[in-house]
């Protein structure tokens, strides 16, 4: 089994000190087998901004951790336009990685990040074809029975975890993106961007999605919350291929506990869920950190 901590939208700029140093001390209590960050280290892409989030990912090695990260629209300068359309990425290349399509595997996994952040659009993401191609060649020689995990900062779907009932905006292009991630044989996909915690099979929100489970992550240690969701970050326990369980890790105002134990099942080309919560919920602090599902 390996054990995958997710986190996203850290936003260095706009975060809370306590409880970054809350994550770094609750994940070298429980050692993963492998950290992701998906997107969105810094608030405005600013140097000082990128320094102290590569302090931050430094502080996660020296603890022994296995980091994959890709970066978010954050992540590329908004207000200084000549370095946003000339060198959109160039600061995160400096202090983060120069790889924005990593690669990671584990005896029961294997997980690619995906770059969706773009300088032609403000928030949106896209997806293209080199990418896509990317996904198909990266996964071909994959043993069959392990878990294939794609990972990017916006979501690849339409998910209803917009404002009200409307559904967010998905990636562009995000109908050949669908086809990539079948045809490489995906399992699931995780992304960050909206701040809201969700995981929910593909195939009830696309048609002919197959077997590809969503999870989404809320910020782990941003300021800027909405619709009154507390910090948090995920905790997956991934068996090979057809089982995987999902904790939603939240900040409580003081530490992080659990907020909600779901296991999901492979069953018949399709994603099936159980509460496997064992203990009561604080309502009044994790509620809305409840998995929407």
Not at 114 to 142: C, H, P, W
Not at 155 to 174: D, K
Not at 260 to 283: I, M, N, R, Y
Request: glycine residues 6%; neutral net charge.
């Amino acid at each position: 089994m390996a054990r995958i901590a997710h986190l996203s939208d850290i936003h260095f700029g706009a975060n809370d000190p306590d409880i970054v140093a809350a994550t770094i001390a609750w994940l070298k209590e429980k050692q993963p087998d492998l950290v992701i960050i998906s997107g969105d280290l810094t608030q405005r892409a600013r140097e000082q901004q990128f320094r102290d989030a590569a302090a931050y990912l430094q502080a996660l090695r020296q603890n022994g951790h296995r980091l994959l990260v890709v970066p978010g629209n954050h992540d590329v300068p908004l207000y200084d336009i000549l370095r946003r359309f000339i060198s959109p990425l160039g600061r995160y290349k400096r202090h983060i990685s120069d790889e924005l399509c990593p690669w990671a595997e584990t005896d029961e996994a294997a997980i690619l990040g995906i770059n969706t952040a773009r300088s032609l659009t403000i928030k949106d993401g896209r997806i293209n074809e080199e990418q896509m191609q990317l996904i198909r060649q990266r996964f071909r020689g994959v043993a069959a029975n392990k878990s294939r995990i794609l990972v990017t900062h916006h979501p690849l779907f339409e998910l209803p975890i917009g404002h009200g009932n409307e559904l967010s905006e998905a990636v562009g292009r995000h109908e050949d993106a669908l086809k990539a991630i079948a045809d490489a044989g995906i399992h699931l996909t995780l992304a960050g961007h909206f701040h809201r915690t969700y995981a929910e099979a593909a195939s009830k929100m696309v048609k002919d999605a197959g077997p590809i489970l969503v999870i989404q992550a809320g910020t782990a240690t941003s300021t800027r919350l909405r619709n009154q969701e507390p910090q948090s970050f995920n905790w997956l326990h991934v068996e090979q291929g057809d089982r995987m369980e999902l904790q939603v890790i939240v900040w409580n105002g003081k530490d992080f506990q659990r907020a909600s134990h779901v296991g999901f099942a492979l069953e018949q080309g399709q994603w099936q869920s159980e509460d496997l919560a064992t203990q009561p919920v604080a309502k009044d602090n994790m509620r809305s950190a409840q998995i929407q599902s």
